[in-house]
């Protein structure tokens, strides 16, 4: 049954006469250079006319760019922002940043009306001068303020603090090529050599079997060793033959518990913690190429950062052979706090696709098998994997899949009910998912997919008995409650007063974890206008006639209350509205393009 179409919502909330108008503030500068004119009909619709011109950039997201920049001579130097600490550069005169104080606070941009919330959480602010809420804890001449019995009580309590920090010793022997990986080596030489192996002894069976049918083989004979009398006599052990793996010494209980989907851009530290606050049981890192975090790029270790809340937390790692893959599984033990790694085999994205990772490892099984094995035996920690039916269009293949990842030593399996092809634009085959599972017994399964309401959980787990648990991605982006929804087995009719508090939530992790300086400030704005994108969607439960699907589109309609209208606007000028309230006016030069535009109703 296709649910795909328009949201029933009640008819006193409709918008009837609309005209529909085109804000040039949210379109980014490639579509302005091919927008000539916009033709707005005698029925209200509007017409574009598009000029002709073969300069302008092809393709998805071309013209994002960066939403701000700092420059170095705007932000005071970071060793200077707490004069209670330091009174010296450590850089000196190759620093490109502000020193002097008077000249720092004369370019400053205005304070951010409201209290500095890592002030009121741990009794101190770090950036100090550099606080865009700096008036709520410095004096009048600039110096920080402590809370001495705040920050006792903040030192004190657990559960409240980013771990997974990489160090700088560790960052400089990973650029340097001077990291320890001989375990990881040995183990992917030992895999290719019982490969190789395999494949002489299959082409030694096949010549002996030419012998027996009348010709002569060219393998020599091996004399077989008598048994001596010395073999000692009692229970064959074999601890010679069958090793215990590794990843058997830890374990993990799936069953039951609700995993929030490892999501690109959106998955950040700040969002996760908001999930874990309304019942989310797994959180996992979004994707971290593997090739990068053996280059030690910071923006790449700045995914596996956790939050102490996340109480079982993974990283999902995308690489595209065992070497890579098997490296960066040791290192995650060796120098993070990861309770498993999870392999993605469903990334879509096309250049990932191409270069044989995500969903391109799918088709090269033999790669797939030692990466899985070798990640295996390098470490202690379960490994995971997440997949998605298959590659082309309405062509499951993962059936053939599961019996060879049970017996890789896979400890869970996420199946994502779509193939690579599909993307978003089809329902996740629940049916599909439950044939998946019983294949992959006893090995604990998750379906992903389609998963907006309590209701919609409950339909997938009678569609697909056999499962473990479900895994929530966009439905925990539209409605992160979702989780005590099912937990609590109803459905929330979240306000707008609500929701804006949750909003607000996020921004405070977000300038505890970015930081509240003018750079902390506008990374947190970023993210949380990725995230509006999607949280636009929601439609609050009291304005629908039945309940909402994951695919469908809502008419124009207008909420109980302004705010509530405004949460549904669709314009990424209105969701910038919805940032000043909670992060100031935006800076000169500020330009927003959600990267998840085009499937943003997918």
Avoid at 231 to 243: A, H, Q, Y
Avoid at 334 to 340: C, P, S
């Amino acid at each position: 049954m296709d649910l795909s179409g328009v949201a029933k919502i009640k008819p006193e909330f409709i918008v009837e006469d609309h005209v529909k108008v085109l804000s040039m503030d949210c379109v980014n500068e490639n579509d302005k250079r091919k927008l000539e004119a916009v033709d707005v009909e005698e029925d209200g619709s509007v017409k574009k006319r598009f000029k002709k011109n073969k300069n302008v950039l092809k393709g998805q997201n071309k013209g994002r760019g960066p939403t701000f920049v700092t420059k170095p001579e705007d932000c005071f130097c970071h060793s200077l922002k707490d004069s209670t600490l330091q009174q010296t550069c450590n850089y000196g005169e190759k620093c490109k940043f502000v020193h002097d104080k008077n000249a720092f606070m004369k370019k400053k941009p205005e304070d951010i009306s409201g209290e500095c919330y890592v002030f009121l959480e741990q009794g101190y602010c770090p950036m100090g001068i550099s606080c865009r809420f700096g008036s709520s804890h410095l004096d009048e001449n600039g110096v920080n303020l402590i809370n001495e019995d705040v920050q006792k009580k903040w030192k004190a309590s657990s559960g409240n603090r980013t771990v997974n920090i990489l160090s700088h010793e560790v960052r400089h022997e990973l650029r340097k090529h001077a990291y320890n990986f001989e375990k990881s080596e040995k183990i992917c030489k030992e895999n290719k050599a019982s490969k190789d192996d395999k494949k002489e002894t299959e082409n030694c069976c096949k010549v002996n079997l030419e012998a027996k049918d009348g010709g002569e083989s060219d393998v020599p004979k091996v004399d077989i060793a008598v048994e001596s009398d010395n073999t000692p006599s009692g229970p064959v052990l074999d601890t010679d033959i069958v090793k215990t793996r590794k990843c058997e010494l830890k374990k993990i209980d799936w069953t039951g518990k609700l995993y929030l989907s490892p999501l690109t851009t959106v998955g950040n530290l700040p969002y996760r913690r908001l999930c874990k606050k309304w019942g989310a049981d797994i959180t996992c890192s979004e994707m971290a190429v593997a090739t990068e975090l053996l280059k030690a790029s910071p923006q790449e270790w700045a995914l596996i950062k956790r939050h102490e809340s996340e109480d079982l937390f993974g990283v999902q790692l995308c690489g595209n052979n065992p070497y890579v893959m098997t490296k960066c599984t040791q290192l995650l033990e060796d120098q993070m706090t990861v309770d498993f790694v999870d392999i993605n085999l469903g990334c879509p994205i096309e250049f990932i696709y191409k270069q044989g990772s995500g969903s391109g490892l799918l088709q090269r099984t033999n790669v797939l098998q030692s990466v899985v094995t070798c990640m295996n035996q390098v470490s202690s920690l379960p490994v995971t994997i997440k997949t998605r039916t298959g590659i082309h269009k309405d062509t499951n293949i993962i059936h053939n899949m599961m019996p060879k990842f049970k017996d890789w030593g896979a400890s869970l399996i996420t199946l994502h009910g779509r193939t690579r092809e599909q993307r978003y634009t089809k329902q996740a085959d629940w049916d599909y998912i439950e044939k998946c599972s019983q294949l992959c017994c006893p090995v604990p399964m998750f379906g992903n997919g389609d998963i907006l309401s309590y209701e919609d959980y409950t339909e997938s787990l009678k569609k697909s008995p056999s499962i473990s648990g479900v895994m929530i991605g966009r439905g925990a982006l539209i409605k992160p409650w979702i989780f005590q929804e099912i937990k609590e087995k109803k459905v929330f009719d979240i306000s707008s007063s609500e929701r804006f508090d949750v909003l607000k939530d996020y921004v405070n992790y977000g300038l505890e974890h970015w930081g509240s300086d003018t750079r902390g400030v506008e990374t947190t704005r970023r993210f949380l206008l990725e995230w509006l994108s999607f949280l636009h969607r929601y439609i609050p439960v009291g304005i629908l006639e039945a309940s909402q699907k994951m695919n469908q589109r809502p008419p124009i309609y207008h909420g109980r209350d302004d705010m509530e209208t405004l949460m549904a606007s669709s314009n990424c000028s209105d969701w910038i509205k919805i940032s000043e309230m909670l992060l100031g006016k935006i800076p000169t030069g500020f330009s927003f393009l959600p990267k998840h535009k085009a499937n943003s109703w997918k």
